[in-house]
């Protein structure tokens, strides 16, 4: 694990002092996940998080920046990379709990950062601005950390999954536009089999261009 993320940060460009914080971060993380219960580092990670403030808990028993040395940076350093990886997988609940991680960029200068570009360019040329992309990649992100795959990897399924987690929290209408687009974006990028169903359709029901398709409607 720990060749893994030297590598990631010679990927990257790092200088030789972030690599050498990242792995500090590394020891202490598999330190503290020794301590739970657990065959792989994935069931050791989930059993700590069974508390929801579990990781927010470990980090703040390190001193904050000082002369130079900041442990809990190079926690968060060390984490990012364990997830862009796939080494570790987080929760949905995890990222509600703890939304200031910038895994965005971090994927977005790793060897995924083709694939984003490309999905930023597509979500454009569909006359989609500035915002609603950056929201529909953060949302995307989030579900292929989630699931540990990468964008072509993912599935129908998956959007739907993370659709039924957000019901269980109380609405947001940005957060689930967001959820939509990423899966328009990747239907139209042909990864997905289907895009996402109209958002003001009840189960059951037509959508408005069904209706007018099937009673002749004529713009006049």
Not at 150 to 165: H, S
Not at 166 to 183: D, E, H, M, S
Request: net charge positive; glycine share 6%.
């Amino acid at each position: 694990m720990e060749q893994k993320l030297r590598d990631h940060g010679a990927f990257l460009g790092d200088a030789r002092t972030v690599t050498w914080l990242r792995i500090a971060g590394l020891h202490h993380i598999l330190r503290w996940l020794q301590e739970a219960p657990g065959d792989t580092w994935q069931e050791r990670w989930d059993a700590h998080h069974q508390h929801a403030d579990a990781w927010k808990m470990f980090v703040e028993q390190f001193p904050p920046q000082r002369r130079g040395k900041d442990s809990r940076g190079a926690l968060c350093n060390a984490l990012t990379s364990l997830f862009c990886l796939r080494l570790l997988r987080p929760t949905y609940g995890w990222f509600i709990a703890n939304p200031k991680l910038q895994l965005i960029n971090a994927l977005r200068r790793g060897p995924e950062k083709d694939d984003l570009e490309r999905l930023l360019h597509v979500a454009k040329a569909h006359g989609m601005g500035h915002s609603s992309a950056e929201s529909a990649l953060a949302k995307l992100v989030r579900i292929m950390l989630c699931t540990g795959k990468r964008m072509p990897e993912l599935q129908v399924q998956d959007f739907y999954d993370y659709r039924a987690f957000l019901t269980t929290f109380p609405r947001n209408p940005t957060t689930a536009l967001g959820v939509y687009a990423a899966q328009n974006i990747l239907h139209a990028l042909g990864i997905l089999s289907e895009p996402a169903p109209d958002l003001h359709v009840r189960p059951g029901r037509r959508s408005v261009n069904e209706l007018v398709t099937s009673c002749g409607i004529k713009n006049k």
